[in-house]
């Protein structure tokens, strides 16, 4: 039996907490909020998240969605935002070894431009380990754009069923790792068939 594509709980207990912190202050209704998400998407929000338990990525996307369109006037800059938040305080955190190279600027101590980046190629597949953490699906790589040989590109492969919100956030958090080199604004996603694409749109 195929498993359900899934995500830790890490990333879904946040949203969580939102969508019922938007029930108690009244500013949207339980009854809308039934009407957005599924009844098992309800039983996920009145359980108890567990960080390490794994959830449905469609329960993700339907609470973002949702929070989009009530909190971000349902622009997905919002969810971007989101995501750019969640890599800084992730990063601050040191809550993932793979995003501890932040800390070091290995980036910006590289003075010669190949050189510099290289290291941030290196990083970049460092941090594309993350996804097997956190995702019971897709399959991840970086490597230097076919069509700009001094940019990179991240391919994640067998994305049906990566929610559009999630690439948003997704994008987010990748330019959270180049904000924190102060190199911010340099990142683009699409979809192509079954899988997403990450592109540099500029050189380091």
Same mark, same amino acid.
């Not at 349902?74 to 070894?97: M, T």
């Given at each position: 039996?195929?498993?359900?594509? +899934?995500?830790?709980?890490?990333?879904?207990?946040?949203?969580? @907490? /939102?969508?019922?912190? !938007?029930?108690? $202050?009244? #500013? *949207? +209704?339980?009854?809308?909020?039934?009407?957005?998400?599924?009844? @098992? /998407?309800?039983?996920? !929000?009145?359980? $108890?998240? #567990? *960080?390490?338990?794994?959830?449905?990525?469609?329960?993700?996307?339907?609470?973002?969605?949702?929070?989009?369109?009530?909190?971000?006037?349902?622009?997905?800059?919002?969810?971007?935002?989101?995501?750019?938040?969640?890599?800084?305080?992730?990063?601050?955190?040191?809550?993932?070894?793979?995003?501890?190279?932040?800390?070091?600027?290995?980036?910006?101590?590289?003075?010669?431009?190949?050189?510099?980046?290289?290291?941030?190629?290196?990083?970049?597949?460092?941090?594309?380990?993350?996804?097997?953490?956190?995702?019971?699906?897709?399959?991840?790589?970086?490597?230097?754009?076919?069509?700009?040989?001094?940019?990179?590109?991240?391919?994640?492969?067998?994305?049906?069923?990566?929610?559009?919100?999630?690439?948003?956030?997704?994008?987010?958090?990748?330019?959270?790792?180049?904000?924190?080199?102060?190199?911010?604004?340099?990142?683009?996603?699409?979809?192509?068939?079954?899988?997403?694409?990450?592109?540099?749109?500029?050189?380091?």
């Amino acid at each position: 039996m195929t498993a359900i594509p +899934s995500m830790k709980g890490s990333l879904t207990n946040e949203l969580a @907490e /939102d969508v019922r912190k !938007l029930i108690a $202050e009244g #500013t *949207v +209704s339980r009854s809308e909020v039934e009407r957005r998400l599924s009844p @098992e /998407d309800l039983e996920v !929000l009145d359980s $108890e998240i #567990t *960080v390490t338990g794994w959830y449905d990525v469609r329960f993700y996307a339907r609470c973002a969605e949702l929070l989009r369109d009530v909190l971000g006037g349902g622009r997905n800059e919002y969810l971007f935002q989101r995501g750019l938040d969640k890599g800084k305080k992730l990063i601050e955190a040191g809550l993932y070894q793979q995003m501890e190279y932040a800390s070091r600027a290995q980036v910006q101590d590289e003075m010669d431009p190949e050189a510099r980046f290289k290291a941030y190629g290196r990083d970049l597949r460092l941090f594309m380990t993350l996804s097997k953490s956190l995702l019971n699906f897709t399959s991840w790589a970086a490597t230097v754009d076919p069509d700009h040989a001094d940019r990179y590109i991240i391919v994640v492969e067998g994305a049906a069923a990566y929610p559009d919100a999630l690439a948003w956030a997704t994008e987010g958090l990748i330019e959270s790792m180049a904000a924190s080199h102060g190199m911010g604004n340099m990142w683009r996603h699409r979809r192509v068939g079954d899988r997403i694409e990450f592109r540099m749109t500029r050189s380091l």
